[in-house]
């Protein structure tokens, strides 16, 4: 029997209905939309497309989107100093900075600067740290997209194996702890993992995260288990695909995430939600 796909799309809409609703009720309350800014650096084409997204699907569930549009040779300084100026600014919420930056701008040092409250990327140390010691703070948006995947298919998680493969910052890390806060038992692995099918198999959970095409082989993949592909790679034909043999995958798991169309489109859905936290949190 095949899984049953997992509809990233339909969940990010109802994600979205719910950012909407509360966008509306936030404004109503405080007499201004919740705003999120973000600070684009340089040409980077893909990154402009994302932007134009996060901005588009702002303004769509009633919150204030600004890009803040910033040369290709502007200096680290310039682009803290930016960041500095929005931590100030009483009416931003959210600051994300979109990746990656220009070589001669430190990504981390940029990050650092953010204020943890307005952090809408979850990258912060800060909230890196509250995540870690399993304390409230705002969470990284693709994982936390993946787990609102999980309660929309009422996964049960607590004495659950979890394999996360892959060991990303944006993803991999992240996931992991909160996958451990509900309470499953995890276990991280990469591409470079040892007999990295033999952990797969006794998955009940696997998150597939590394950005290589058909790592997760089909065979490896435990009858029942749910599969969330959070890759994105092309195969010969220059079409979308994951980490995961999709195909013959989905005659084995219970669940399975699609690409494209699973995981990708929680990300902005998430950051919409995680920039309304934080304005509300920022009026408490």
């Known amino acids: 029997m095949s899984a049953q796909l997992i509809d990233g799309k339909a969940v990010a809409k109802k994600v979205r209905a719910e950012a909407q609703a509360r966008a509306a009720a936030f404004e109503q309350r405080h007499g201004r939309k919740p705003g999120l800014e973000v600070v684009l650096v340089g040409d980077d084409p893909a990154s402009h497309v994302y932007v134009r997204n996060k901005e588009k699907a702002s303004i769509e569930v009633g919150m204030r989107g600004v890009v803040h549009r910033v040369p290709a040779d502007a200096s680290e300084a310039k682009v803290i100093e930016l960041v500095q100026r929005l931590n100030a600014d009483p009416n931003v919420d959210g600051i994300?900075?979109?990746?990656?930056?220009?070589?001669?701008?430190?990504?981390?040092?940029?990050?650092?600067?953010i204020d943890a409250g307005k952090d809408v990327d979850g990258l912060t140390p800060l909230n890196a740290g509250l995540l870690a010691l399993g304390r409230p703070g705002l969470r990284p948006c693709t994982p936390f997209g993946c787990m609102r995947l999980l309660d929309e298919i009422a996964c049960r998680l607590e004495g659950k194996r979890a394999v996360v493969i892959g060991r990303s910052n944006l993803v991999g890390?992240?996931?992991?702890?909160?996958?451990?806060?509900?309470n499953a038992t995890v276990t991280m692995a990469h591409s470079r993992t040892a007999d990295l099918g033999a952990l797969v198999a006794e998955a009940d959970v696997v998150v597939a995260a590394v950005g290589k095409r058909d790592l997760v082989r089909d065979a490896w993949v435990k009858p029942g288990a749910v599969v969330i592909d959070v890759g994105m790679n092309k195969n010969d034909a220059g079409k979308l695909c994951g980490d995961v043999e999709f195909e013959a995958a989905k005659e084995r798991a219970g669940f399975i995430t699609p690409v494209p169309g699973g995981v990708g489109p929680m990300t902005i859905a998430m950051l919409l939600n995680n920039t309304i936290d934080a304005a509300e949190a920022r009026q408490r």
């Open 173 to 182: 890390k992240p996931i992991a702890q909160m996958l451990l806060a509900r």
């Open 96 to 113: 994300l900075v979109q990746l990656p930056l220009p070589k001669q701008i430190g990504a981390d040092a940029v990050i650092a600067q």
